[in-house]
């Protein structure tokens, strides 16, 4: 189970009402591919967001093709934090 966060992907931005937008890129193998439903809580530089997932773009990464270990994906994830 391989997976890990790009971390220039990170991004958080809060709107007027203090409610944070975290958008990051999670890299992994499809056999452990990352868990999208549910409630989510994701720490970046020591403040944790916890909110729910409201959008998702999977795409294979490049140049890993063949067995279903070898092959990774780049999941884009828009986490909406609720606390």
């Known amino acids: 189970m391989t997976k890990f966060v790009e971390c220039g992907s990170v991004n958080v ?3 007027r009402m203090g409610i944070a937008t975290v958008t990051y890129t999670v890299i992994s193998t499809v056999a452990s591919a990352y868990s999208f439903g549910g409630s989510k809580t994701v720490t970046f530089a020591g403040t944790s967001f916890t909110g729910y997932v409201t959008n998702v773009g999977i795409t294979p990464v ?3 093709t063949g ?3 070898n092959i990774w994906i780049a999941a884009s994830i828009t986490l909406t934090s609720t606390s």
Do not use: K
């Open 13 to 15: 931005s809060y709107d």
């Open 62 to 64: 490049s140049s890993t």
């Open 67 to 69: 067995g279903s270990n």
